[in-house]
C-alpha cells in the first residue's frame, strides 16, 4: 500500500460528459502529480501540483483540468470526453516535488468512454 | 529532451532463469534521476530503485540488481533466480534536476513461467 488514494477505482461514462477523479496524497506529501496510461501513448505526465499551486504542465489537454485543495487532496477533471481519452489515470505524491524523490503512485482510476 | 527507451517489449523466461531488463537513458543534464517502477497484473506503480546521476555504484536488493553505467547511459535491471511474482511490466524512468515529472520507457512486459 502506497498511501496515495485514488477515487472512485473505476468510471464508465459516455463521450461528451465530464468526469473528477480524486486523489489523496500520502501523509506529508505535499506534491501532486497526475499521469495517464494508454495503449498508444504510455505513461504520460500530466500535471504537477505543489502545496496548492501548479508547478508544471505535461501533455494535458485544454480539456482537462486540475486543482489541488488546502487539505492536499486533488482533482483531475476531464471535460467533453472522448473514445480516445479510456486510459488508466494515476496520481501520486512525493515530500516536496524535488526530482530526486521518489513519487509514491495510487491505484489508478480506469476510465472507460462508451 | 529527454527520452527512455527500453527496447525489450516482451520477456519470457523460466522460473529460477536470471534475467535483466534493459533500460537506455537520453538527458543534456548533468545531474538526473534515474528510476524502476513495477506494475503488476493488478495494476498498480510500485517503486522499486532510484539512482543519482552522480552515484553509479551498482545496488543489490535481494534478488534484485541494478547497472548504472553513464558511459552507455544505461540503467539496467537484473533479476537473479526469477520467481512467477515477478511476472509484470517494469517501467525505467527519468527525472531531471529542475523538471517535476518522470519520464517514462515503454514498458518491458516479463513473463516468468513455472
Known amino acids: ?5 485514488q477515487t472512485p477505482k473505476h468510471l464508465i461514462t459516455a463521450t461528451g460528459q465530464r468526469v473528477t477523479l480524486r486523489c489523496s496524497p500520502r501523509s506529508g506529501d505535499l506534491s501532486v502529480y ?3 496510461q494508454s495503449l498508444d501513448q504510455g505513461l504520460q505526465f500530466l500535471i504537477h501540483y505543489y502545496n496548492g499551486e501548479e508547478r ?10 486540475a486543482q489541488q485543495f488546502p487539505d492536499l487532496h486533488s482533482e483531475l477533471n476531464l471535460s467533453s470526453l472522448e473514445l480516445g481519452d479510456s486510459a488508466l489515470y494515476f496520481c501520486a505524491s512525493s515530500p516536496s516535488g524535488i526530482s530526486n524523490q521518489p513519487q509514491h503512485f495510487g491505484d489508478g482510476t480506469r476510465l472507460s468512454i462508451l | 529532451a529527454q527520452k527512455v527507451t527500453q ?3 516482451e520477456i519470457s523466461v523460466v522460473e529460477k532463469e536470471d534475467v535483466t531488463l534493459d533500460c537506455v537513458y537520453e538527458t543534456r543534464d ?4 534515474l528510476f524502476w517502477y513495477k506494475q ?12 543519482n546521476s552522480f552515484d553509479e ?3 543489490i536488493s535481494g534478488r534484485y540488481s541494478w547497472n548504472f553505467q553513464k558511459s552507455t547511459s544505461s540503467f539496467n535491471f ?3 533466480a526469477s520467481q512467477v511474482v515477478d511476472s509484470a511490466v517494469y517501467f525505467c524512468a527519468l527525472s531531471e534536476a529542475y523538471g517535476n515529472k518522470l519520464v517514462f520507457g515503454a514498458g518491458t512486459i516479463l513473463r516468468v513461467k513455472s
Open chain 1, 34 to 36: 497526475w499521469y495517464q
Open chain 2, 30 to 33: 548533468t545531474t538526473y534521476y
Open chain 2, 40 to 51: 503488476p497484473p493488478s495494476g498498480e506503480l510500485v517503486f522499486l530503485i532510484r539512482r
Open chain 1, 1 to 5: 500500500d502506497s498511501g496515495v488514494t
Open chain 2, 7 to 9: 527496447a525489450q517489449t
Open chain 2, 57 to 59: 555504484q551498482n545496488e
Open chain 2, 78 to 80: 537484473t533479476i537473479t
Open chain 1, 56 to 65: 508544471a504542465k505535461g501533455n494535458i489537454l485544454e480539456r482537462f483540468s
